[in-house]
Nanobody, 119 residues
Framework: QVQLVESGGGLVQAGDSLRLSCAAS????????MGWFRQAPGKEREVVAR????????LYADSVKGRFTISRDNAKNTVHLQMNSLKPEDTAVYYC????????????WGQGTQVTVSS
């Protein structure tokens, strides 16, 4: 199994930036694709960004393209989500998750970190 712990959430104003981090432990981190997901109140969970095992491929939701950047450091077993130009509609609980590849089902999840963007 892979254990995931997110950090870096908080309350910011529209236009600000935040950097989320996810620390992984357990099995070999570089064997997993990683993803960031979010769930806003009353809404279904949605994928935000995904990154392949070696970081060579990244995928983004249209709503965050050009504003968010996913990256990973396999030597430190971490994945990050740099969020710039935040909007109130980015308010959600953000989760990191691990999968066998970027397109497969994500089997391992963190507990989430709250991001709140005020207008």
């Amino acid at each position: 199994q892979v254990q995931l712990v997110e950090s870096g959430g908080g309350l910011v104003q529209a236009g600000d930036s935040l950097r989320l981090s996810c620390a992984a432990s357990g099995r070999t981190f570089s064997n997993y694709a990683m993803g960031w997901f979010r769930q806003a109140p009353g809404k279904e969970r949605e994928v935000v960004a995904r990154i392949s095992m070696n970081g060579g491929r990244t995928l983004y939701a249209d709503s965050v393209k050009g504003r968010f950047t996913i990256s990973r450091d396999n030597a430190k077993n971490t994945v990050h989500l740099q969020m710039n130009s935040l909007k109130p509609e980015d308010t959600a609980v953000y989760y990191c998750a691990a999968a066998w590849n970027v397109y497969s089902k994500y089997d391992y999840w963190g507990q989430g970190t709250q991001v709140t963007v005020s207008s």
